[in-house]
């Protein structure tokens, strides 16, 4: 005889233990403090950023990056994830922002930035933060109000809008730069969806008046 849908599935421990896990849980409230990471993947060059949120306030942390040497490119991809999982076992974060991939003219070069982007994206799984996807339009319109900004116009912004010092950009190379925008366009979007998630909360809370 054939089981119910509505039964326990059986499955090992660690595993989903019954059907109504899987079922899509309750929005939860965005938290007013994290700790957000910033992921720019190349498959030389790995970016990241730190950035602390707390309230309306975002402070800078640290940055900088994991470089892949070698000419096989299974090795590089190991020193990516290492790489990347050295630095979340470090510092924790809370939630990831990572550059969405694009169409690239090179098939080979889109392959080769795609399996970089799955291995740092593999280094964050086991802290089970949150992941956030963004196109790199929306990267620069979040940071200097143009989606067709240069990398120029970007490091300028970030620095500005997070009170960097010439110390902090001295030695900060363009990948990290960019880890540090993403990282902040992802601060700004958590913002704004704090204040809609709160007006909701209000006006859910007045029709029930």
């Known amino acids: 005889m054939r089981k119910s849908a509505a039964r326990s599935v059986r499955r090992s421990r660690g595993r989903v233990q019954s059907i109504e896990e899987l079922r899509p849980k309750a929005v939860q409230p965005i938290a007013l403090r994290a700790r957000i990471l910033g992921l720019d993947p190349g498959s030389l060059v790995t970016g990241y950023a730190l950035l602390e949120c707390d309230g309306n306030a975002v402070r800078y942390v640290h940055s900088g990056c994991v470089r892949a040497t070698g000419d096989e490119f299974t090795q590089r991809i190991q020193q990516i994830f290492a790489g990347i999982d050295t630095v979340v076992r470090q510092h924790q974060p809370d939630e990831i922002a990572i550059e969405r991939v694009f169409m690239h003219r090179n098939a080979d070069s889109a392959l080769k930035l795609g399996q970089a982007r799955g291995a740092a994206l593999c280094a964050v799984f086991a802290c089970a933060a949150q992941i956030f996807e963004y196109a790199p339009r929306q990267i620069k319109q ?55 998630q709160a007006n909701h909360v209000r006006a859910m809370a007045g029709a029930r008046a």
């Open 142 to 196: 979040a940071v200097v109000g143009t989606g067709a900004a240069e990398k120029s116009q970007v490091q300028v912004m970030i620095k500005r809008l997070l009170k960097l010092s010439d110390a902090d950009v001295k030695d900060m190379s363009s990948d990290a730069a960019d880890a540090v925008a993403i990282a902040l366009c992802h601060a700004h979007s958590r913002r704004l969806s704090a204040l809609l």
